[in-house]
Structure formats: structure tokens, C-alpha cells
């Protein structure tokens, strides 16, 4: 039995081999070159550049933002799978075809659409746009002591409310996907045997159904948070982009690309990448954790 | 196999029947040219290039096609140093093609004094546009800084357009307030402050302004304003011409080291030339653009472009390669208002 070491299918070494080679051309060398364009400008340099107040505020922009448009895409997205994949009601497979969509537009397609939309003139924002500064007035009025102007903005379109429906629009498919296989694979008999159990309707949900989804419904907000911090081309549009108040990260990258400062732009860029790669990481263990606290 | 054969036999086949072709008319070969440009000039170029074409051919016998590229003027100047073969670059702004010598030693440090007028065959200014019957009665510069003004301009740090804008205010802060500097840098701090959208370039301001309904005012080369007019008749906007604006010189040249490898330096130069011809600055009125040099065409257009004060920026902000760093630099003058 000296082979049971061995994999059933053959070629392990071949694959890893490839795969190895692929990331390295298609990931790592990219990346790699960001960090020497980086790493030749020395510590002091590189911190002006990428630790300016105005550049940590766009962090703070482009990071909120999408945490906050991947929460409320976790939330709705698994609402929109959850409907896919429990019922039939006609026009079921245009809905499901309408969910790509945000991933085929040309994203300054979208920030343009969505700019006309949400604008003073728009058919969104004529009604909903002096509703929202409103809105903003009385949580100012009623609750002083939070700045709300400051993280919620007073306009609609070209303001950080833009940014949050620009990045909410791209992210939506991300978690949809990621979580429909997972629920189609969740049998209904399951949900019938916790019933005849004497479980309620919402221990079945909180019980049963949630701790299933919870590690693809992470997995899709992961996904849709990344996609959202690195956006351009539907947030340009729709922000603003106002210094330290709506103006995201890619916008600093491209002035300083604009002005022949390459350095500076992947300083930022390499804050950014870290970043992400280490909120990405802790999105990873903390799936492993609701997976591995599950099975227990 | 048989696929991969199939493109080298019709490559060798088109080789063939073209080569005798080829050889018979080699002094009427037709020529291509490729003109990197900035994004408002689309127009002028298309029919410029027409004119040219016909110029040329009746000049030599050659057919000459010409390629037109437009974007922002800071990306296409970085195109063309990170390779895009371009014949001539037609940009917005001195310090784009300065960069074309200093970064990519494609031109020589001279370029500017090889062609007439600083290789400015047309100029331009900026002027207001305001909404349909002058709602919130915007004559001069002081008028856009009240409270409740809001003035559309792009991001100057990503337009090469909004740096003229931006340069115009301060020209203006500057002659208020007998050339002190700190007062003009207030003056330009309260229009930016007046700003609701900074877009990222020239034509998405223009679409702010005009179909989103944003702003009170739009600081826009007189060119745009023209075509903002034409393009959207119905929202009735005006251009009101404030009383001194800067003179916004857009230079053309030759990128040496591409017309060299491509051999068309003859055919590139005439191009350029043509621009300062009767018919070229006639064309360039016809567009908006004010002529530089033709005083039958600078009388011809004289009443569409109103008498209005100009300054340049070489005597006011002593050219380019100072204020590109003074004003738009990181922690510059531009990024100092957001700062306080």
C-alpha cells in the first residue's frame, strides 16, 4: 500500500507547477514591480506621500464606503439568493440575469447612469434628494454630539452617499453568487425536520439555515468589499470628489499619476494593497472560524 | 497546423500581389500621421485635417492620412512617453509638452521657439457660462465668490484645463488687490470653496454643469462655452466674460524622435505649418479658437471673442515650470485651500 501517500489523480506536480507559474506572471510580478517602484523612494518620502492628511482621509473614504456597501450588499444579497433559490414566480430567470449585470456594464457606464439618477435634476434625486438632506437635519438636530454630516454627506449624488450607491450597485452580484450554490445545496427536508422538531420559524432560520450560509455569505462580502476599495471609474462620477470630505483614494492615485509622480501613486497604491490584503486575511479566519465553530 | 498556416499564406500571398504595387508608386505612397491631442480640439482637428489632406495633395501628390487622439492633456502626454508613436502633439498646456523633453527626451529643450507665436497657433481664454437669464446676476470675478454661488470647475490637480481656471482666479486676486499674493491666494480659496463637484476632467464638468443642473457658474475655456451652448440649446445658458482672464496659450509640436523613426518629419512640419496659414487660422475661428497670427482671421472672428483684459502666464506667474510645482504640487498653494 505504499501508494496511498498519493493523490488518485495524477499530475500534482505538474499543476502546482503551473499554478505557481501562472500567479507569479499574472500576481506576483505586477505586484512585485509596485513594491520596488515603492521601495526605491525611501522611508521619508514614502511616508509624506502616503500618510498625507488628505490622502489618509480618502482611505478612510474609500474603506468606509465599501464596508458599509458590502454590510448592506451581505444583507440584501442573501435576501435576493434566498428568493432565487426557495421560489418559482414568473420572470424568476430574468431576475437572476439581472443580478450580472452590475459585473458586464463598463463601471463609468454605471457612474454616469447612476450620476443622472441620483443628481437634483434626476428622476431619483428631484424627490428623494431633499428628503435625504432632511433626514440628515433632524439626526443633526436630534443627536448633536455625532458629526453626521460628516460620515452621511446632505446630498444624494456628488457627495459620499454617491459613493456608497456606486459601490452598493458593483458589489451586489458578488454576494448573490457566492451564496446561492450554498443555499441551493441546504435540503428542505432539514428545515422540515427541524419543524416536526418543534422548532419556530425563526429558530430554523437562526439555527439551521444562517450558520449553512454564514461562511459563503462572509466569502461574498469579502469578495464585494474588495471589489469596492479599489473602484474608479463608477465612483468618479456619482462622488464629487471633494477633499477631505468625498474624495476616494484612485482619485489621489491618478493626480499624482497626472502629475508624473509615479512613486507617490504606489505608495499610496501599496497602503491601499496592504490594507486590503490584511482585512481580506482577517475576513478569511474568521470564515475558517465560523466554519470550524459550526462543526463543533 | 493547418490553422496556423493559413494566416503566413495569406500574409505571403498579400506580400506578393502588393509588392510590385508598392515599388511602382513609391513617390506617392500614401503617409499617415498621428496627432495627440487634447480633448476639446476633436472638432477643430477633424475638419482641420481635411483641409490639410487636400493641401497636401495638391502640394505633392501624396496621399496623407491623419490619426487623431484626444484625452486629458497630462494623459496623453504620458502616452506618448511610455510609447504611443506620435507624429505631432497639439496639448494643452506648455508643461505637457515640456515633460515630452524632460522625462522622455523625445523633443529638444528648445521646441518651443522652433514654430511661431510659442508654437501657439491659436489661443484661447476662460469665460463664464451662467444659467438662463443670469439668475444670480455673475458679471465679474467678485461675484462668484458671494455665499450661494456655486462655481463648477474640474480637479486642476487631474485637468490640464482647470490649472488655466484656476490661474485666471488668481490673475484676478492678484490685480484686486495690488499684487498681494496672500490675498489672492484668499480669493482663489473662496472659489474653491464655492465649488460643490471637483470632476476629474474638462468634459465631465461640462456635463455637471449642463445636464446634471449643478452650480451657478461654469469656468470654461471659450471654445467649450461655445459648445456648451450648441450642444445643449435648450437650457438656454449664457457666456458673460468677466473683466480679465489669462490667456491660455495650447502649443503644438513635432516629437522629434517619433517623425525621425517613422521618416515623416517633412509631412509632420508642413502639418504644423498649415496651422499659420490663412486657411488653418481660418478654420481655427470658425472653432472657436482664436486665431494667433492671421490678422484677416483675428478681424474675420473679432466679434465673437468680446474685448477682455488677458494676461499670460509668463508674466504673471513666470511661466510653467514654476507654477506647475508652486501652485499644483503636492501641499502647493491649490492644496493648501482644503487644508486650512
Known amino acids: 500500500m505504499s501508494r496511498s501517500s498519493r493523490s488518485v489523480i495524477p499530475g500534482f506536480g505538474l499543476t502546482l507547477g503551473y499554478t505557481l507559474f501562472y500567479l507569479g506572471v499574472i500576481v506576483l510580478i505586477p505586484l512585485g514591480g509596485l513594491f520596488y517602484k515603492t521601495a526605491g523612494m525611501g522611508w521619508d518620502d514614502f511616508t509624506r506621500a502616503a500618510f498625507d492628511p488628505q490622502v489618509v482621509h480618502s482611505y478612510k473614504v474609500s474603506f468606509g464606503a465599501a464596508f458599509a456597501a458590502a454590510l448592506l450588499n451581505a444583507v440584501f444579497g442573501l435576501l435576493v439568493a434566498w428568493v432565487l433559490v426557495r421560489y418559482t414566480f414568473p420572470g424568476k430567470r430574468v431576475i437572476d440575469a439581472l443580478v450580472d449585470l452590475p459585473f458586464a456594464l463598463p463601471t463609468a457606464v454605471a457612474g454616469i447612469a447612476l450620476a443622472a439618477l441620483y443628481a437634483p435634476n434626476g428622476w431619483i434625486g428631484s424627490w428623494a434628494q431633499p428628503l435625504y438632506a432632511d433626514f440628515v437635519a433632524s439626526l443633526e438636530r436630534l443627536v448633536p454630539a455625532v458629526p453626521w454630516q460628516a460620515f452621511l454627506g446632505n446630498r444624494l449624488a456628488f457627495d459620499l452617499p454617491g459613493i456608497f450607491i456606486a459601490l452598493t450597485f458593483i458589489g451586489l452580484p458578488f454576494v448573490v453568487r457566492t451564496v446561492q450554490p450554498v443555499l441551493e445545496e441546504i435540503e428542505p427536508e432539514l428545515e422540515e425536520a427541524a419543524a416536526t422538531l418543534g422548532a419556530t420559524r425563526l429558530q430554523t432560520l437562526r439555527r439551521i439555515i444562517f450558520p449553512a450560509v454564514l461562511p459563503a455569505l462572509i466569502t461574498g462580502f469579502a469578495l464585494s468589499f474588495a471589489r469596492a476599495v479599489g473602484e474608479y471609474g463608477s465612483v468618479v462620477f456619482i462622488a464629487g470628489n471633494m477633499p477631505f470630505r468625498s474624495e476616494i483614494s484612485p482619485v489621489l492615485i491618478v493626480a499624482k499619476l497626472e502629475a508624473f509622480d509615479y512613486a507617490g501613486a504606489t505608495a499610496i497604491a501599496t497602503v491601499m494593497l496592504v490594507a486590503s490584503f490584511v482585512l481580506l486575511l482577517v475576513i478569511n479566519l474568521l470564515q475558517r472560524w465560523t466554519r470550524r465553530h459550526d462543526a463543533a | ?340
Not at chain 2, 481664454?125 to 455673475?138: D, E, Q, W
Open chain 2, 1 to 340: 497546423m493547418k490553422l496556423r498556416l493559413f494566416p503566413v499564406l495569406a500574409a505571403a500571398l498579400a506580400a506578393l500581389s502588393l509588392a510590385p504595387a508598392a515599388h511602382a508608386q513609391r513617390a506617392a505612397r500614401p503617409v499617415e500621421l498621428l496627432n495627440v491631442s487634447y480633448d476639446p480640439t476633436r472638432e477643430l482637428y477633424t475638419d482641420f485635417n481635411r483641409a490639410f489632406a487636400a493641401h497636401w495633395k495638391k502640394e505633392t501628390g501624396q496621399d496623407v492620412r491623419i490619426r487623431q487622439s484626444h484625452g486629458g492633456s497630462g494623459s496623453q502626454a504620458r502616452a506618448i512617453i511610455d510609447g504611443l508613436a506620435a507624429d505631432v502633439a497639439t496639448l494643452a498646456l506648455a508643461f505637457d509638452v515640456d515633460v515630452l523633453h524632460s522625462r522622455g527626451q523625445l523633443i529638444p529643450a528648445d521646441w518651443q521657439s522652433r514654430l511661431p507665436h510659442n508654437s501657439s497657433p491659436y489661443t484661447s481664454t476662460i469665460v463664464f457660462v451662467v444659467r438662463k437669464g443670469n439668475p444670480k446676476g455673475i458679471k465679474d470675478w467678485p461675484d462668484i465668490v458671494k455665499p450661494g454661488v456655486a462655481v463648477v470647475t474640474p480637479n486642476p490637480k487631474t485637468s490640464g484645463g482647470a490649472r488655466w481656471n484656476y490661474l485666471a482666479a488668481y490673475a484676478y486676486g492678484l490685480k484686486a488687490n495690488n499684487d498681494d499674493h496672500e490675498a489672492a491666494k484668499k480669493f482663489v480659496g473662496d472659489v474653491y470653496r464655492n465649488v460643490p463637484v471637483l470632476d476629474p476632467a474638462a468634459r465631465g464638468a461640462t456635463t455637471t454643469f449642463a445636464q446634471r443642473g449643478i452650480g451657478d457658474v461654469f469656468l470654461a475655456w471659450d471654445n467649450e462655452a461655445f459648445l456648451a451652448l450648441r450642444e445643449f440649446p435648450n437650457e438656454g445658458l449664457e457666456i458673460v466674460v468677466p473683466s480679465i482672464s489669462i490667456l491660455a496659450e495650447p502649443p503644438v509640436t513635432v516629437v522629434d524622435k517619433n517623425v525621425d523613426k517613422k521618416g515623416s518629419r517633412k509631412v509632420a512640419e508642413a502639418y504644423l505649418k498649415f496651422l499659420y496659414t490663412e486657411e488653418g487660422q481660418d478654420i481655427i475661428g470658425k472653432h472657436f479658437y482664436r486665431p494667433a497670427v492671421s490678422e484677416a482671421a483675428k478681424a474675420k472672428y473679432a466679434s465673437q471673442f468680446p474685448a477682455i483684459t488677458l494676461v499670460t502666464i509668463d508674466e504673471v506667474f513666470g511661466g510653467w515650470a514654476k507654477a506647475q510645482p508652486e501652485h499644483f504640487g503636492d501641499g502647493g498653494v491649490f492644496d493648501q485651500i482644503y487644508r486650512r
